[in-house]
């Protein structure tokens, strides 16, 4: 991210980005550890270390819902299940105090993820949600919410064959609760209300090694307020430049360059949707959208959407498109605002954070993926819409923005000034068994594979 040797608060900034495992009682590593370590995922139906796959498919034989138990897993004496009813603002408060308090944050707890209830509203409701979903646990004595995981549907595609699968996010337990190992509970319970829905698989990320990752992203961020971050600790100054150079390096236009380039519409998803499923199938891991669902993660939650005098700076998902001159759309992108909270700072409170959502792009798209002139193409496109991304993100107080090295973003990041972290993202499938799937990254040089890129179109909030 920075230049020069990372200091203690930026260490801190990036461990952020690493800290999204499901299973919260295996401690963070860099090196996979023997299966028999793993207690609990050595129990569950996931691919294996080193395991030979000979054929791409489901692990488990097939089942149906009579065949998994009606009631709840037990629980722990003193706790109770509760199923949340998100459409309950008080007990979306009350999952929002858990998250904001207990979810993600540095060791010191320094820097922390601020959710917003605009992003509970757009992360936890899409069209088809199941309000069984949203599990909680509460301490019977008071009612305390102090555990929960949440599910929502999602339609896969694993090199073009189909899978109905969940979500699976959020999972969050109380800090004092951490040594109960409640998270395997939480993790079967939640797989058991699924399958009771005769859903049998499901995709989820993490920033530890577990048995056994399909395929791994690496984060990159861009600075977009230089000063910002330096202030916070997350960026430093190397010697011999200074804090004016730094501030010079990472400048942005004022301006948008791109001709035609407007703020996404209600009246675009049509054209949107059906350039976006162009592009998106040349990928072996995407998920595929109705086009209500792609309305939905594209232009944000429907309360949302509606309101036109909604402000920009408030919006939980930004989208812009490209329109020519004969009124059609060619190229669109999108980012979404995740924000973290800074403690124990006498300048700044927050930290302007955005992720690189979805786009797509013509360039290039009548052209196989390896062809030699459609990849430049399409890498001189991208580098100008998401050049313009950076300048919209710096407009609505973005001070760094973050990508992965999945869709086709290798082809961009080095020119545009992002810098590769210390973090990694990897995608794991339960329940399903999958050939590897390239990442973005070289596995020799853990650089950008700028030869072959990335296979993952799914991106996981």
């Known amino acids: 991210m920075s230049d020069g040797e990372k200091t203690p608060s930026q260490k801190k ?5 690493k800290m999204m495992a499901l299973e919260n009682s295996i401690p963070d590593q860099k090196a996979k550890k023997d299966m028999n370590d793993y207690k609990f995922w050595k129990t569950q139906p996931v691919a294996k ?17 009579s ?4 009631e709840p897993y037990p629980m722990l004496k003193d706790f109770e299940w509760v199923t949340i009813n998100i459409d309950e603002k008080d007990e979306m408060t009350q999952v929002y105090e858990l998250l904001k308090e207990h979810y993600v944050e ?7 993820f601020k959710y917003t209830p605009e992003f509970f509203e757009w992360s936890l409701k899409p069209p088809g949600y199941h309000k069984d979903w949203y599990v909680g646990v509460r301490v019977k004595s008071t009612g305390k919410l102090v555990a929960f995981i949440s599910a929502i549907p999602a ?3 694993v090199r073009s064959k189909d899978i109905k699968a969940v979500e699976i996010n959020f999972l969050c337990i109380h800090k004092k609760l951490r040594s109960k190992r409640l998270a395997p509970v939480l993790i079967k319970e939640i797989t058991r209300r699924v399958n009771k829905c005769d859903i049998w698989q499901a995709l989820y990320t993490g920033g530890v090694i577990l048995p056994s990752p399909v395929t791994v992203c690496r984060y990159t961020h861009r600075p977009l307020d230089w000063n910002t971050l330096y202030d916070v600790g997350f ?16 400048q942005l236009p004022n301006t948008t360059k791109t001709e035609g380039l407007r703020k996404m519409k209600l009246a675009d998803v049509d054209q949107t949707y059906d350039l976006f499923n162009k592009y ?10 109705s086009k209500e669902e792609f309305s939905h993660w594209i232009l944000g939650a429907k309360s949302i959407r509606e309101q036109e005098d909604y402000k920009d700076e408030d919006r939980v998902v930004l989208s812009y498109v490209v329109e020519d001159k004969n009124g059609k759309i060619t190229d669109f992108f999108s980012f979404y605002i995740l924000p973290f909270s800074v403690l124990d700072n006498a300048q700044h409170d927050t930290l302007g954070v955005a992720y690189l959502f979805y786009y797509a792009s013509e360039a290039g798209l009548d052209k196989p993926r390896d062809d030699e002139e459609g990849t430049k193409e399409l890498a001189k496109r991208l580098k100008s819409l998401i050049a313009d991304a950076l300048i919209l993100a710096k407009r609505v107080k ?17 020119d545009l000034k992002f810098g590769a972290g210390d973090g990694y993202l990897n995608f794991y499938l339960f329940n399903y068994k999958a050939f590897p799937v390239k990442g973005g990254i070289d596995s020799e040089t853990d650089n950008y594979d700028l030869v072959n890129r990335s296979d993952v179109g799914v991106v996981m909030l």
Do not use: H
């Open 67 to 70: 065949d998994i138990p009606n």
């Open 280 to 289: 998106n199938n040349k990928f072996k891991l995407i998920q595929t959208f």
């Open 106 to 112: 540095d060791k010191d707890a320094t820097f922390r």
């Open 49 to 65: 270390f080193d395991e030979q796959i000979e054929t791409e498919g489901p692990i488990d034989k097939a089942k149906t819902p």
């Open 13 to 17: 900034l990036e461990e952020l980005l």
């Open 235 to 250: 960026s430093t100054l190397p010697q011999n430049v200074t804090k004016a150079q730094m501030v010079a390096k990472y």
């Open 155 to 157: 339609s896969l595609s």
């Open 398 to 414: 973005v001070d760094v923005f973050n990508a992965l090295t999945s869709q086709d973003n290798c082809l961009f990041l080095d």
